[in-house]
T-cell receptor, first 111, second 111 residues
Framework: EAQVTQNPRYLITVTGKKLTVTCSQN?????MSWYRQDPGLGLRQIYY???????DKGDVPEGYKVSRKEKRNFPLILESPSPNQTSLYFC??????????FGPGTRLTVL | RKEVEQDPGPFNVPEGATVAFNCTYS??????FFWYRQDCRKEPKLLMS???SGNEDGRFTAQLNRASQYISLLIRDSKLSDSATYLC????????????FGSGTQLTVLP
């Protein structure tokens, strides 16, 4: 089954404790991206990747890092999480001209 | 001013009603337009693309007005299962991969 998976689905952590949210897709898509969704603000893009070893900032990259060492994986790293990074995070992937397919989301709470 | 604006609702309509959502975008160079559907706490999924000539998919009709920079979605004969948040989405690059999302319009269809 074609899908985008994210782990963990739910995470409660404390300020400053490094964390990684994994994202994996099995559709051989070149393009992957990360979004955060906050009430009243819609989905905002954090980072995107056009292909392996090619990443770029989206609209709200501050406080986040990403890597794309393999085509299927695109982890999101929070080196020192802060409470304003409490949000619902979605990973997405697509081929060149296709629609974006979203993962199930990761709900992060930073205390 | 947000790049993509939607009436957040909520729209509460009886089953069988016709309901319309509008969305405006600020960048006149925008090239591709979409409606996504998001169920509560789930990932967004593509509902339909929006073409200049307008397009229909069953009970759903999408319209684009480039001169006025707005997009509409019409749902006829509403079903309980149509209850969701509808996201207006615009691509400024023309690529389905690089999207800007509106904050969504919440629809509840009542029995």
């Amino acid at each position: 089954e074609a899908q985008v998976t994210q782990n963990p689905r739910y995470l409660i952590t404390v300020t400053g404790k490094k964390l990684t949210v994994t994202c994996s897709q099995n559709m051989n898509h070149e393009y992957m991206s990360w979004y955060r969704q906050d009430p009243g603000l819609g989905l905002r893009q954090i980072y995107y990747s056009m292909n392996v070893e090619v990443t770029d900032k989206g609209d709200v990259p501050e406080g986040y890092k990403v890597s794309r060492k393999e085509k299927r994986n695109f982890p999101l790293i929070l080196e020192s999480p802060s409470p304003n990074q409490t949000s619902l995070y979605f990973c997405a992937s697509s081929s060149q001209a296709d629609t974006q397919y979203f993962g199930p989301g990761t709900r992060l709470t930073v205390l | 001013r947000k790049e993509v604006e939607q009436d957040p609702g909520p729209f509460n309509v009886p089953e069988g009603a016709t309901v319309a959502f509008n969305c405006t975008y600020s960048n006149s160079a925008s090239q591709s337009f979409f409606w996504y559907r998001q169920d509560c706490r789930k990932e967004p999924k593509l509902l339909m693309s929006v073409y200049s000539s307008g397009n229909e998919d069953g009970r759903f009709t999408a319209q684009l007005n480039r001169a006025s920079q707005y997009i509409s979605l019409l749902i006829r004969d509403s079903k309980l299962s149509d209850s969701a948040t509808y996201l207006c989405v615009v691509s400024f690059s023309g690529s389905a991969r690089q999207l800007t999302f509106g904050s969504g319009t919440q629809l509840t269809v009542l029995p």
